[in-house]
């Protein structure tokens, strides 16, 4: 069974950073595209980005294109998510997931692990 941890969510003030961890078990993370998906309070799915298995391709929602940078250690089976420059609206239960494309038709896709609360408030 393939299983997701989230972890390093928490609460920040507007311009600071966070730093995203996703432990993978179950498979190796080399052997999966990995993405990142978020969900806002009392709103839809949203997928912030996504890396190619071998780690040379990125992808980036606009609303976080400059900010937020995706990585990962295939040697230690984690995926990492850096944000800076955070925004209130960046305030979301923020998901990990075994595939590039996290969402289809508004619903998840992939293996999903059970989120980290990021809060960006003064």
């Known amino acids: 069974e393939e299983q997701l941890v989230e972890s390093g969510g928490g609460l920040v003030h507007p311009g600071g950073s966070l730093r995203l961890s996703c432990a993978a078990s179950?498979?190796?993370?080399?052997?999966?595209?990995m993405s990142w998906a978020r969900q806002a309070p009392g709103k839809g799915l949203e997928w912030v980005s996504s890396?190619?298995?071998?780690?040379?391709?990125?992808s980036y929602a606009d609303s976080v294109k400059g900010r937020f940078t995706i990585s990962r250690d295939n040697g230690k089976n984690m995926l990492y998510l850096q944000m800076t420059s955070l925004k209130p609206e960046d305030t979301a239960v923020y998901y990990c997931?075994?595939?590039?494309?996290?969402?289809?038709?508004?619903?998840?896709?992939?293996?999903w692990g059970r989120g980290t609360q990021v809060t960006v408030s003064l």
């Open positions: 890396i190619r298995r071998g780690g040379t391709r990125t």
């Open positions: 997931v075994n595939r590039w494309e996290p969402v289809l038709y508004g619903s998840r896709n992939g293996d």
């Open positions: 179950g498979f190796l993370l080399g052997s999966r595209d």
